[in-house]
């Protein structure tokens, strides 16, 4: 089932997907192969069309659209609405999708959930689970395996790989680690914003950079592969999010919160997956607690993200 699956969303990609390697970011839309069935729980088509599908870029295009396709797919099923997958190649350009409604719903990080409420008045639905259920995820900051570099001080004078500026696992949390060990961004020899996980790593691992900032499940994988050495790790910090449009009517927000609360990535759900495991909810969805974001929101203004 699984060997099929993935035929369709590599027939998906070639229809759908064009990526270009030029300076512009464009915004590209991946409609699903087949509308999915349905249920008693259907919110009729003539009311609201086809929703949109927005999400931070993490692995990169190819990777994250072949994870999402089948999440769709299941929200097809559960919801009775049509879904079409919508990205950027750029965080802050994500959440202004949600904002302005270009998108419905969006899976962003914490910061981006933040500056989507502050600056849109875009809503949280759920909360994302780690492999040991809790809503919560941390930084790793790395090296190559034959770097001397040991410890995050060591940093100070060297060259650092970060992921997006919006990024909360690649630039935001990896930042305060460096501010708690006495280092800024002024004492690095230098720095670059990546653009996701997946560059931050080929960067470093080309000896571009000495060291990266990554999401820890990337980084674990990795250094059970024997690719890096992590040096560092946060304290956990709260987990990716589903966000919501402000205008998407209620009756629609109320299914696919029962839609990603009822989801069973490693249960009945799993087969129906590609490489869900490589996001950063891999046990599903929680409910949004407010309060939980209250750190990230003072950092994101203390570096004047919005």
Known sequence: MKENLAGKILLALSIFLVWGCGDKEVSKKISLYKRSPVTENRVKHTEVGSLKFGFDLRLGPKDDVKIYLPFLRYLEQNTGNRFSLRFTEKYEDTVENLGKGIV??????????????????????????????????????????????????DLKG????????????????????????????????SYVFTGSHANTARAVLNRE??????????????????????????????????????????????????ALLSFDPKGKHADMLVDWNKTEMPNGFTEYRESSLKEIEQLVRKYGLY
């Open 104 to 153: 419905h719903f969006a899976a962003l990080g914490p910061a981006s959930c933040v500056i989507a409420k502050e600056k849109y008045g875009a809503g949280c639905l759920v909360m994302g689970l780690n492999s040991e259920g809790e809503p919560e995820y941390r930084a790793v900051i790395f090296t190559r395996r034959d770097s001397p570099l040991r410890d995050i001080k």
């Open 158 to 189: 060297k060259a650092l790989a970060l992921g997006d500026k919006y990024s909360t696992q690649g630039h935001i949390i990896p930042r305060k680690m460096l501010e708690d060990a006495g280092i800024s961004l002024k004492d690095l020899k």
């Open 209 to 258: 950079y000495d060291a990266g900032a990554i999401q820890d499940s990337l980084a674990k994988r990795l250094s059970a592969e024997g690719k890096i050495k992590i040096i560092a790790i946060s304290k956990p910090y709260p987990s990716s999010l589903i966000c919501y449009d402000k205008n998407v009517h209620s009756p629609i927000i109320k299914n696919m919160k029962t």
